[in-house]
């Protein structure tokens, strides 16, 4: 916790605009280093005070994720859902350490939900992370839809391919044997399939072979590059919104919602 801790309160600080927010600050950093249960009890009360800032709760939230206390999981899950990628990620950093099994779930609901796809890369490699029952499923339906030509979300689905090779689960191999029809996808599908015994050659104007009785080392062409036609929101924290995929702009987190995922958020 402790470097992303402080990469969070330095981050945090360029944030303040008055003395009273410096004050403010002040006396979270104290709560977090004190860490003795009236503190958490204050930090958990600052989760749900009205007119806190934003960085205040995201503060408070992570300080409770990572020792564990459950009150964080709501406003974990907003940011883990919000348009700023680097909150994202401070949010997925907790929610790993946190132990709710709700998280598994919550995660699953983001990485699937097609309005929320420009936000999904956290969402993704913390469901990578957490091995838990939902992660195949839900990785494998979000690669399956991102399989489109030029689709702007690469760095999600190549999340998704890394993440499926790691967690080892062999109903990953026909999706992943798709993704190596796609450039960008190609060497981390192969190595993907390497990992899960299956052997995956690419050679120029050839279609994929496969073989599960192949060697450990999969080599992979990934064939000619192809030009940038299109940003990748899941990279920027911007999304496409252009297309209709992004959320409206607001000044909370976005939210999409999940049957008992606890997702949700303004519109």
């Known amino acids: 916790m402790e470097e992303e801790f402080h990469e969070l309160t330095d981050r945090v600080r360029a944030e303040l605009r008055s003395p009273q927010d410096l004050v403010a600050y002040e006396r979270l950093l104290g709560l977090a280093r004190k860490n003795t249960p009236a503190g958490r009890e204050e930090l958990a009360r600052m989760l749900v005070a009205v007119e806190r800032p934003l960085w205040a709760r995201e503060i408070a939230a992570f300080i409770l994720g990572c020792v564990g206390d459950k009150r964080a999981f709501e406003t974990l899950v907003l940011l883990l859902n919000y348009r700023d ?130 060697g450990p080392q999969a080599r992979a062409n990934a064939g000619p590059q192809v030009k940038e036609d299109a940003p990748d929101g899941a990279g920027d924290g911007r999304g496409d919104v252009g297309r209709g995929q992004g959320p409206e702009r607001g000044e909370g987190p976005g939210g999409g919602s999940g049957s008992g995922s606890g997702v949700s958020g303004r519109r």
């Open 85 to 214: 990628p680097v909150r994202c990620a401070t949010a997925a950093h907790a929610l790993g350490r946190l132990g709710d099994p709700r998280t598994a779930r919550a995660a699953a609901a983001l990485a699937t939900n097609p309005l929320r796809t420009a936000y999904a890369l956290h969402p993704v490699r913390l469901l990578a992370e957490l091995r838990a029952p939902q992660s195949v499923p839900a990785l494998i339906a979000t690669l399956e839809r991102l399989l489109t030509p030029h689709n702007p979300y690469w760095r999600v689905a190549l999340a998704c391919v890394e993440g499926l090779g790691a967690l080892g689960d062999r109903r990953a191999v026909p999706t992943l044997t798709a993704a190596v029809g796609h450039p960008r996808l190609a060497a981390a599908a192969a190595a993907s399939l390497a990992r899960l015994g299956v052997h995956e050659e690419v050679g120029a104007g050839a279609g994929p072979q496969v073989g599960a009785d192949a």
